[in-house]
């Protein structure tokens, strides 16, 4: 069973930076993808940035530039890097983790960390 432990939320003025984290632990196959989704005041949940297993990362438009994903040496945390924070950025921010077995995968999520950016 694989968890994901967030951490780093928060309140933010417009312009300033927050580092998210997100723990895994348990049986985590490789390779694999982390990274971060968000779920603004009713809106769908979003893919903001995604990295497969250290070799390629993926954003979201509206974050590129602004925001970075990246993992520690095990592999096993990935951070998202905030800068210049709007309050469109508003949101609860879940980690997540897909492993992949063979042509299958399953898909992980953290509880959730909210973050808010004032204006």
């Known amino acids: 069973q694989v968890q994901l432990v967030e951490s780093g939320g928060g309140l933010v003025q417009a312009g300033g930076s927050l580092r998210l984290s997100c723990a895994a632990s348990g049986s985590i196959r490789s390779p694999n993808t982390m990274g971060w989704y968000r779920q603004g005041p009713g809106k769908q949940r979003e893919l903001v940035a995604t990295?497969?297993?250290?070799?390629?990362?993926n954003y979201a438009d509206s974050v590129k530039g602004r925001f970075t994903v990246s993992r520690d040496a095990t592999k096993k945390t990935v951070y998202l890097q905030m800068n210049s924070l709007k309050p469109e950025d508003t949101a609860v921010y879940y980690c997540?983790?897909?492993?992949?077995?063979?042509?299958?995968?399953?898909?992980?999520w953290g509880q959730g960390t909210q973050v808010t950016v004032s204006s």
């Open positions: 990295d497969t297993s250290g070799i390629r990362t």
């Open positions: 997540y983790l897909r492993a992949y077995y063979g042509t299958s995968q399953t898909d992980y």
